[in-house]
């Protein structure tokens, strides 16, 4: 059974930076994807950065390019995936969630569409104060 464990949110001020952590276990190929997304009250759930587990191809949502890295480490039972977060702005805050993919992606239209998406986390809250 697959499992999605995120962790690392928290509230920060603007200009400040948070790391999440996702923990994947049961799922151990290399030929998927893992992705982070995020929803704001009244908003739909949006992409931010998506990674192959492999680890050779990663993709980011415009807003976020440039202040966030997704990164992952892989072992033979679990596979972890990191979002490093800097220069937070208030336009930042939102449940992110992280989710993992039975598919490989060649697009970032595609690797950062949650419909994509088949095993999720329960989201951590990130809120950036002005």
């Known amino acids: 059974q697959v499992q999605v464990v995120e962790s690392g949110g928290a509230s920060v001020g603007a200009g400040g930076s948070l790391r999440l952590s996702c923990t994947i276990s049961g799922y151990t190929t290399n030929e998927y994807f893992l992705g982070w997304f995020r929803q704001a009250p009244g908003k739909e759930r949006e992409g931010v950065a998506a990674?192959?587990?492999?680890?050779?191809?990663?993709?980011?949502a415009d807003s976020v390019e440039g202040r966030f890295t997704i990164s992952r480490d892989k072992t033979p039972t679990s596979v972890s995936v990191y979002l490093q977060m800097n220069d937070l702005k208030p336009e930042d805050t939102a449940m992110y969630y992280c989710?993992?993919?039975?598919?490989?992606?060649?697009?970032?239209?595609?690797?950062?569409?949650?419909?994509?998406?088949?095993?999720w986390g329960q989201g951590t809250q990130v809120t950036v104060t002005s």
């Open positions: 989710a993992a993919s039975r598919t490989l992606f060649y697009s970032a239209f595609r690797a950062l569409d949650s419909r994509n998406y088949h095993y």
């Open positions: 990674i192959v587990v492999g680890g050779y191809k990663l993709y980011y």
